[in-house]
């Protein structure tokens, strides 16, 4: 008689996006003639680059014709997009990356998920408080995270690092000593950064009492601001105690295309054992990367017709953050977020809870947004608007929450 994963049974009923469907589903039934604004859900909405069209014409093309047919990708995935990212990604901007220490998959939210498992359950993990859920629900699956307190909405065992308005939406190193730090800058939801000299600071940490950090830079490519470290790496001492992990979803519009990576460089090691060795066991398997032809698709995003496609890109995208930013602002709001992350972080007015805005929102504006409660306990009393709407409907959106 097969027995399931009890793990999986402690996860609180709802998850939080399909909670937002069922209140818009039922709200457009009864009110069919209202034109609802999305700008909620973290996904992105312009097409793929032309750039990357023709890259993927050309590797579809060469599937057909015998001589340049692929099957199982290498390990790894292939070197030319190993390269590529190595290159642009790390050695243009001094850090010591090699093609041969990043493992290209199907994208970020795999990745954050599976990797927790080369890690003993014994291992706490600390996470930023609110952030992304799926690192805290993968490790309540794997049975790290203890039990749930549906009062607080937080796990016994997981330790977390609120980021308010009092810290300016950066954690503070913890109390107790976490063994796995999972960091996310950009940060989604809050649209918040840290400094480089901040992450070094963590990075110090982490070195000195031994943990690891799993670094999520799945926003990188929005960082407008100077002094905002675009990868772990730029930090000293990173390579022996950092994971890193991106994506091609937010970037260069793959979100239905699939492609990300992970970075695991040679030094990282617990005692004699190298976490690179391990996930090339778990990961460098020629069935779970991503295929040739997505790979293709990927190498584009680091030529200069790609570069510059994708810069006009993600141009499109602040536009609209600044528009919400700066319309939230004119109204009264305490917002944040929107300069280097297509985020815009708002405090509820008079002191509505996050689902409460939520309704409000929804029913007086007919915009779609998330509370943000839904990201951890610090994010109550708070709400997410992102930048990935059209321009049209953002202006839109905005102009309807005048009125209010
Ligand atoms: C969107 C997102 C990802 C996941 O991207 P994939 O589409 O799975 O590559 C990872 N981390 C954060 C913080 C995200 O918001």
Same mark, same amino acid.
């Given at each position: /008689? ?10 609180? $009923? ?27 859900? !973290?996904?992105v909405?312009?097409?793929l680059a032309?750039?990357i069209?023709?890259? +993927? ?5 060469? /599937? @057909? ?11 790894? $995935?292939?070197?030319?997009l190993?390269?590529a990212i190595?290159?642009?990604d ?14 290209v998959s199907d994208g970020a ?21 609110? *952030?992304?859920?799926? =690192?805290?629900?993968?490790?309540? /699956?794997? $049975? ?13 065992? *997981? ?45 110090? =940490?982490?070195?000195? &009492? ?8 799945a926003?990188e490519a ?24 991106r994506s091609f979803s937010k970037n260069a519009g793959f979100t239905g295309t699939r492609l990300g990576f992970? &970075? ?8 004699? *054992?190298?976490?690179?060795? +391990? ?9 779970? $990367?991503a295929?040739?032809?997505i790979q293709?698709a990927g190498e584009a995003v680091y030529?200069?017709?790609g570069?510059?496609?994708l810069?006009?890109?993600? @141009? ?6 600044? &528009?919400?930013?700066? !319309? +939230? ?42 509370? !943000? ?7 109550? !009393? ?12 953002? &202006? ?9």
């Amino acid at each position: /008689m097969f027995k399931i994963n009890d793990n999986y049974l402690k996860l609180p $009923g709802s998850y939080l996006f399909s909670t937002i469907a069922k209140k818009v589903a039922a709200f457009s039934e009864a009110n069919p003639d209202k034109n609802i604004i999305r700008l909620g859900i !973290g996904d992105v909405t312009q097409p793929l680059a032309p750039a990357i069209i023709h890259s +993927l014409h050309k590797a579809v093309d060469e /599937m @057909a014709v015998k001589e340049t047919f692929r099957g199982y990708a290498p390990d790894l $995935g292939y070197e030319f997009l190993r390269s590529a990212i190595a290159k642009n990604d790390y050695q243009d901007r001094g850090c010591e990356i090699a093609a041969d220490e990043i493992f290209v998959s199907d994208g970020a939210k795999c990745d954050s998920g599976n990797i927790q498992e080369i890690f003993s359950i014994d291992n706490r993990i600390a996470v930023c408080d609110p *952030v992304y859920p799926v =690192y805290v629900d993968t490790n309540v /699956m794997a $049975g790290r995270a203890g039990t749930y307190d549906p009062k607080a909405e937080t796990w016994s065992d *997981v330790i977390y690092m609120p980021c308010t308005a009092e810290n300016n939406f950066a954690p503070d190193l913890p109390k107790e000593t976490p063994d796995i730090i999972y960091l996310c800058f950009p940060n989604n939801p809050t649209g918040s950064t840290i400094t480089k000299s901040q992450l070094q600071d963590w990075v110090d =940490y982490a070195n000195k &009492v031994g943990a690891v950090i799993i670094y999520d830079a799945a926003y990188e490519a929005y960082i407008s601001e100077e002094d905002v470290p675009h990868t772990i790496y730029e930090c000293e001492g990173a390579r022996t105690c950092a994971i890193e992990l991106r994506s091609f979803s937010k970037n260069a519009g793959f979100t239905g295309t699939r492609l990300g990576f992970t &970075v695991i460089p040679k030094e990282l090691k617990c005692g004699d *054992v190298s976490l690179h060795s +391990l996930w090339a066991r778990r990961h460098g398997t020629k069935y779970n $990367g991503a295929p040739y032809i997505i790979q293709r698709a990927g190498e584009a995003v680091y030529t200069p017709e790609g570069k510059a496609q994708l810069k006009e890109q993600i @141009a499109y995208y602040m536009k609209n953050a600044k &528009v919400i930013y700066e !319309g +939230l602002k004119d109204m009264g709001y305490t917002v944040s977020g929107g300069v280097n992350a297509p985020y815009i972080w708002l405090k509820t007015p008079d002191n509505m809870t996050s689902w409460e805005f939520f309704d409000y929102l929804l029913e007086k504006a007919n915009v779609v947004g998330t509370p !943000g409660s839904g990201f951890g306990p610090s994010g109550e !009393g708070y709400f997410r608007l992102t930048a990935f709407g059209t321009y049209e409907n953002t &202006v839109a959106a905005v102009e309807r929450m005048k009125k209010l």
